[in-house]
């Protein structure tokens, strides 16, 4: 009996532990399943989050896009796009004899500009950018000119105070082509002397100083400006159409500001393109973009011009005279890539000639060459 | 109690069961829905690219009627439409760099009023457009420039339209 007993209890032990292993495997079983549940929505949450931050770098892609596009056809613009936080990089490379640039939202989504001629720094921030534009002729219009301005820049426009003449074409543009929503500072020096300025606060700087620099050697900056954060653009002569633009940029080894290229403005809006920059080479792209356009452009104002010849009461004026001015420019612009070897002389002196063309024809009220 | 576990067991699968079938519903149903959004996407996107182009070639100085370099609005000079089509068709150069800025696209402008004129000024459209149901034209209203010639000593402004077919 008592046999018995020890038996049944045993048996009743096994069949509990037997009992209480399958209950625990069930709820194991459950657990399981639900973590499989909980990663498939969880993985759903996350690509979607992922898929909707690309459609608002898209969207963002697609709005600079239309803002650039449309910049083309306003001469003289300036809007404040707003980026939503995303970071975004200018980059200009270059792709066999010609240059490719690009805006680049958060390292992943790229904008080829195509032929757009876009003067921008290498960092454009993640907060607001404005975007301004600036009409390029030639003497027609050839396109238009588009700055992207990182708000988070200073200007500071330097002059030689001892050049009278400068100081009116300085304040020009300081006043007129500068946006005022930037924010800019203007001080007359001797060149010579250390340039002071304050500290605002502001991560980025660009001192544009307008004369010729004594020893091509920049004045000294104050002390906090020292750093990568800061870009020197010198123009010794500002007051000639087209002249030499040098970019001097900030060597941590010798702890100075050093000659990074030598390169030329054509026109005050390249001139203003200069400022915005701070990469010698993205401002060479943006000149072989903009003689890309007046090549293009100078050969419909040609085949426009032949066309006009045919009209009777006013063919004197579209001649072979006419028509040669317009190769001329076609010959000197024929290699966009290697536009800082053009004659630039011989090129705006044909610009006068057609400028002189263009009036003499206005007075004989025959249709304009341009 | 063996029997009540395996009989719990069998009741989770078979709740899992339905609610996978379910799922596997909803997923259809998504992403059918997902995918007629994404055609509706593709149509408003091209539907915006067609008039971000026709407003690229409205503000074209190749195109543009001037005055000492001041433009009219939406004003264009039918001499330079005439030169444009002309640099286009015989320049390889100047095709390839206004491949570049129109893509695949067909740009006519049209005189309407007071005659009827059209110019193809650029045509670098697909293969089989029929197949492209979702392209769409654009149309920009525009006036057309014509120079003055013997019988109008300041030159006359008509009616035109800008119609751009952007494919991509």
Redesign the interface.
């Known amino acids: 009996m008592r046999d018995n007993n020890t038996t049944n209890h045993m048996n009743n032990l096994k069949?509990?532990n037997?009992?209480a292993i399958?209950?625990s495997l069930?709820w194991l079983?459950?657990m399981v399943?639900g973590a499989v549940i909980l990663i498939f929505f969880l993985s759903i949450v996350m690509q979607q989050r992922r898929i909707s931050e690309e459609n608002q770098l898209f969207e963002l892609r697609?709005t600079m896009?239309?803002y650039i596009?449309?910049g083309?056809?306003l001469d003289r613009g300036l809007i404040s796009v707003s980026t939503f936080g995303a970071e975004i990089e200018y980059e200009c490379s270059l792709i066999g004899v010609g240059c490719s640039c690009n805006l680049i939202f958060n390292n992943k989504i790229s904008l080829n500009l195509?032929?757009n001629v876009v003067f921008a720094p290498s960092d454009l921030g993640e907060d607001n950018i404005f975007l301004s534009t600036s009409p390029w002729?030639s003497?027609?219009?050839?396109?238009n000119f588009v700055y992207l301005i990182n708000p988070e820049e200073r200007f500071i426009l330097v002059y030689d105070s001892s050049d009278s003449s400068l100081k009116k074409k300085v304040e020009d543009i300081f006043y007129n082509e500068l946006p005022d929503s930037i924010d800019k500072q203007l001080i007359p020096s001797s060149l010579r002397e250390p340039i002071e300025f304050k500290d605002l606060n502001f991560p980025r700087r660009k001192v544009i100083i307008f004369g010729k620099l004594p020893n091509n050697v920049p004045p000294q900056l104050p002390e906090f400006a020292n750093n990568k954060n800061t870009f020197i653009v010198n123009i010794p002569f500002v007051l000639a159409e087209s002249d030499k633009v040098n970019f001097y940029s900030y060597n941590e080894l010798t702890d100075r500001f050093e000659p990074e290229t030598q390169s030329f403005y054509v026109g005050d809006s390249s001139l203003i393109g200069s400022f915005y920059i701070d990469n010698s080479q993205n401002y060479d792209c943006a000149m072989q973009k903009a003689f890309?356009n007046l090549h293009?452009?100078n050969?419909?104002?040609r085949?426009?011009t032949?066309?006009?010849s045919g009209?009777?009461?006013?063919s004197t004026f579209y001649g072979d005279s006419q028509i040669e001015l317009f190769d001329e420019i076609r010959k000197l612009t024929k290699d966009p890539s290697n536009w800082a070897q053009i004659d630039f002389p011989k090129l705006l002196n044909n610009f006068d000639k057609l400028k002189q063309q263009?009036n003499i024809i206005?007075g004989q009220?025959?249709?304009?060459l341009? | 109690m063996d029997k009540k576990a395996q009989i719990q067991t069998m009741e989770t699968i078979l709740v899992l069961f339905v609610f996978f079938i379910l799922l596997a519903l909803a997923m259809i149903f998504y992403v059918a829905y997902s995918n007629s959004q994404s055609e509706r996407n593709l149509i408003n996107t091209m539907d915006i690219l067609s008039g971000e182009l026709a407003l690229t070639v409205s503000n074209l100085p190749e195109l543009h009627s001037s005055q000492q370099g001041v433009g009219g609005i939406n004003n264009l000079d039918s001499y330079k439409i005439q030169a444009l089509y002309n640099v286009i068709s015989s320049d390889e150069d100047a095709r390839l760099v206004y491949i570049s800025r129109f893509g695949e696209s067909k740009i006519i402008i049209k005189e309407i009023y007071p005659s009827q004129k059209n110019w193809t000024v650029y045509d670098n459209s697909p293969e089989n457009t029929e197949e492209i149901d979702f392209v769409r034209p654009f149309f920009i209203p525009i006036t057309i420039h014509e120079p003055s010639d013997n019988l109008n000593s300041i030159g006359k402004n008509v009616f035109g339209i800008l119609e751009v077919w952007y494919y991509g």
């Open positions: 069949n509990n037997h009992a399958q209950v069930h079983f459950v399943v697609n896009n239309s596009e449309g083309r056809g195509d032929n002729r003497p027609y219009k050839v396109t890309l293009t452009v050969k419909v104002m085949e426009r032949k066309l006009l009209l009777s009461h006013c263009n206005e009220g025959c249709p304009l341009y």
